[in-house]
């Protein structure tokens, strides 16, 4: 709806400069002409002719930079729009630095949110180191509206007067639903010392307002998918995240010819432990299980409980020795000390890497009789099924 208004205005902002120009054109014409029928006057006079077609040539002016504003308001109002358009928190963080970064005189926007290991930083227009460096690590404290910031360099880089350099900025607070504080939006201008304006800063908080709303629906909203994702005993990943991944994993190895790899596990005699110590033991199992395996994976691995007391880790970029190494990690990992009410537990594993006739289910397919056949052969025990 915010979009159709405000394409809705700006036609009618066209319709009309239009319609003024024509008509203000065409006065312009008549005055011309009946200019042309009049006794010519002494050329001491005023022109009266001459006025007229320049107070005309005004006003299309002034129609002419009517129009640009209502151009410009369309745009805003449409990016504005987009921001809350969407819950995909990487979408609503790039929309929002858009729309800062087009600002009259900003050439740089980010946004910082959290703190410690949950903090979040993006930015536009400005590199990874610089944006370190900037003291925009929370939102203005107490009752502050924006912070203002200025910087002052030293003699060598002033006498150079690089342009490149970041002159100074704002930055306004973002808040959620529920009017908290949960981050800061900033811009930044380089090349030359200035001062925000108000109209500057009100604009700023439009977009700070908007986004805030915005990305509280998309932290809700990412929450609750990740909590769907996850396998509610172990924390892992679940079996429907791990047959998506999957998929979509093979599916771009294929397309940039990149290795991929594929480890499946199974607990060796996990049915003996629930029949002799219960359900409650068991389940204890399969939570250390989950911790060692946490333990020893990549951080590019998605680890994922898969069903029962399988388990399965997808290796991107990896081929089937960096797989088999993996392997023999986590089995060490498990056997290394005791686990609940067990002395000694074992895995068994199945191993695959990607072949270019596979797909998801026929990758999955591969490793899983690679484990049967494992399973087969004794307690603790790997087999391979091929590679490329």
Known sequence: MPLLVADTAIWIAVGLAVAAALLALGL?????LQ???RPRRPLSGPDDGQSSISRTE???AELTGALEQARDESRRSRRLAEISSTIDIDAVLERTLAAGAELAGVDAAMIALG???DAVVATRGMTAEEAERQ???GPPSGMARAVRIDYRYGPAQEDRRDPALVRGGIAVPLRDAEDKVVGTLAVFWRGSDRAASEDELTRLEEVAAICGAALDNARRFREARQLADLDALTSLHNRRYFHETLAREAARAERYERRLALIVLDVDDFKAI???SGHLAGDSVLAGVAERLRSVVRGADVACRIGGDEFAVI????TLADAEQLYRRIRSAIASRPIGPTDRLHVSGGLAELRPEDDGVSFFQRADDALYRAKSAGKGQMRA???R
């Open 28 to 32: 312009a014409g008549a005055l011309v």
């Open 35 to 37: 200019r042309t029928g």
């Open 58 to 60: 005004g006003v299309v």
């Open 115 to 117: 703190a410690g290991d």
């Open 135 to 137: 003291p925009v690590a």
């Open 274 to 276: 629930n029949d002799r």
């Open 315 to 318: 290796l991107p970029e990896a």
């Open 385 to 387: 099924n091929g590679s």
